[in-house]
Each structure stands twice: as C-alpha cells, then as structure tokens.
C-alpha cells in the first residue's frame, strides 16, 4: 500500500482531557482508511485505524469524514513529568502534522488522597508516637515539645539556630548580588529574569523575591540547611529532607492568607515543609508574616476544581482560596499571630498552615527574610526545575538540595557572577 500513498491529510490536534486526537486521510485515495501509531517519548504504545466520523473534516470536504482517531493516553503519564507525544502514519513511518505535542499532566490530589498520605506527626495517636521515642532515646525532649507543639499548632519557632555571623554573610552577599548585579534569579511582576538583566531603576522590591539565593551564596545554603532545621524536618517528615527552593524577600510579601502545598506541588502535600528565617528584626511598619495557628488540621481543604486541591492557573480561583481561608479562619475562631522576629529567629511551617504578609505601613521599610521548602528526599527526587535530568545534588548537614546555576559545574556553586 505504501507506493498508494501520496498525501496524507490532516494533523495531530492535541489533547482533550488525557485523550491525544486528530485525524488522517489519504488525499488520492478517500475510501481507505488510515492506519496511525500513538509515539510516547519515542517510543511506540499502540495503534489503531482512523475511522471515527468527524463532523468537522466531513463540513470541510474531506470524502465521507471519517477518518478521526483518537488514542487514550495511559495513566503512567500523570507522574507530573513532560511527555512527548507524535502520531505516525504506519505505512509511510512519518509524523502527522503539528507531532510531537507536550503533555503535561496536571498533579491531582483530592482530599481523600491528602488525608490518607499524612506524616506520622498528623495522626491523631501521635502523643503516645513521641512518648515512645522519647522513652527510647530517638528524640530529645526538646524535641519531643517541638513535635508536640508541631502536631496542636502547625508550626515553631527555633532561636539562636542560625548564628549572627551567617546573617550577615547572607545581607552582604545579597547587597553585592544588588550592587554588582549578578546573576541571580528575580521574580517580579513581568516574570523571572536574572538580576544581570535589569537596569538599576527595574529593580524593585514591592512584590518581588529573589529565587534559589542558596545556589549562590553558600551563607544562605548554610542557613536553609541549618542542622537543627534539618535534624527537625528528618523527624517530621521521617526522611533524608531536600530543600527543593528558596525565596528571599526584601520587604514584606503583604500576600494574601494562604497554605502553601497548592502552589508548591508535590504528589504527597502533607509531606511539605516550609522554613523562614528573619534576616533582619522585624518591626510593625514593615508588614510582618501573620499565621493562623492550628489551622493546618481545623480549616476544611480548599477545591480548586475538579476535586483538585491543587492550583494550576492564577485567577479567580486565587482571590476565591484567600478569602475563603481568611474567613473560614476567622469564623472557627483562631487566632492570627505576627511573627515579630528577631534576627535570625526561624519559623518552620505545615504546608497546610494558613499565613501571609501583613500590609506595609511604611512603604520604604526593609523586611529580609528567606524562604524554603522542604520534602523528602524520596517523594521529591527530582529537581522540579528539570524533572527529566538526574538533579545536581548537594549534601549539607544531612539533608541535600538541588543545585541550580552550577549546572554540573561545582566550580560555579556559592559564587555570584556578572
Ligand atoms: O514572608 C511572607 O510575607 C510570606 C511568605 C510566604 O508565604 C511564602 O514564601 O510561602
Ligand atoms: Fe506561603
């Protein structure tokens, strides 16, 4: 049949839900049908014949119409990867039109698959869980209040774990990431750019951060990777933790309340943590963190849609969750707390514990603080910036985190360049 065919009509139209479509005739010759291959990453996954009737290649002119198809995709593809996708024309080897398209699967977690996925901690036997490992020495009893408190409240507070020393390495490497404009990641209102790319005057501080500093200045990795951060989390999360971002602000944030696991994804929410170390003292003005404190195991999870308590798209939805958790907060009557740290005092956090920055009063004043997420290793073993590279990774205190601008290059790690 190949010498048949001439022209193969049509195209790959793209997904409706986790169904690849599109449709394929040979132009010389109407009555045959054709027979089209479903390509994953290169690999072949199935076949079938293009016969289903579409109305849309009928109204257009195309012989009898029928010649959709239409292959669904299988369920391994929802690992919250890219997945190339091609449909190939068996008889002539060669990709239909607008092949390979990207597929992204969209991470779903309803509330069924949080609740069943908890960290010990979460669990309602947990007083008896760390008497036990207290009574075997597992944990000290330091420790055992952190836990306690961690289980009622959804967050604590670590003093003089973080030393005066590497805060100020980390202002001074932030200052010289400022004055020399290095290149450092900067997130503002039109997106991320690097530091290297603005001009003095476009760096502003309202509503923006800097992104994965700890990649460059090895005081802000030695803080975010603080041993009794991450002996801490390793209790919590019963896992080799990775400190899977970072975010340093310079004034306060003035977000919205919020929990953080819908924007920070991962496959088991629950297993997420989030650290935030004051760089500076805070004061009033300058719009300190507030928290609702046991809100991660009172306020309802919040449905983006579909079930999902995951969100995928600004909009809407955003306002809709932020008023809804303020609310809701309020109405069960919690308590919201300012966080008016002390220099290099630490706040750790429950993915689910709702939060924000308070408004600024004064619009010049300065807040420093840094950022970062936490998870197990295992749960979340690939950088999320690459899902499809084996991750740099950095050992440190007995946790690890992925490393950004080295790119493969130690040599790179810990330096601000130009
Ligand atoms: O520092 C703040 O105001 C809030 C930061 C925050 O919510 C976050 O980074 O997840
Ligand atoms: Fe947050």
Known sequence: MSELVRHIEGRFDGFASNLS?????????????????????????????????????????????????????????????????????KDTGLDMPYSPRFFSSYLHVDKELFSKNLPWIDLDHRGEDILRRLTTKEISVETAKLLA??????????????????????????????????????QGQ???????????????????RILEFHSVSEAAAEAIMARPLIDFIKVVLEGEPVAMQSLLFMKGSTQRAHMDFPYVHTPFPAYLMASWIALEDVREEAGPLFYFPKSHRLVPKFDFGFGNLLAYNDGWHVRDFEEYLDATARRIGLEQKLFMAK???????????????????????????????????????RDRRYSDREPLVVSKNGGVFYDFQGEGDPKLRFRLMK
Do not use: C
């Open 21 to 89: 479509y599109g449709w394929a005739s040979i132009f010389e010759d109407r009555s045959s049908r054709v027979v089209v291959q479903l390509i994953i990453d290169g690999v072949l996954a199935d076949e079938q014949r293009a016969d289903v009737l579409r109305g849309d290649v009928l109204a257009s002119g195309h012989g009898d119409g029928r010649y959709g198809f239409g292959f669904e995709l299988p369920d391994s593809l929802q690992d919250g990867k890219t997945h190339e996708i091609a449909i190939r024309v």
């Open 149 to 186: 408190k961690w289980h009622d409240d959804g967050y604590v507070i670590m003093d003089d774990v973080i030393d005066a020393a590497t805060i100020k390495k980390i202002n001074s490497d932030i200052d010289q990431a400022v004055l020399d404009r290095a290149h450092v990641l900067y």
């Open 190 to 208: 039109g997106g991320i750019t690097s530091l290297k790319d603005l001009r003095p005057e476009q760096i502003i501080w309202d509503h923006s």
């Open 343 to 381: 220099s290099g005092q630490v706040l750790l956090w429950h993915s689910a514990l709702v939060h924000g920055g308070m408004p600024r009063l004064g619009q010049d004043a300065t807040r420093r603080s840094l950022v970062a997420h936490y998870s197990p290793r295992n749960i979340y073993s």
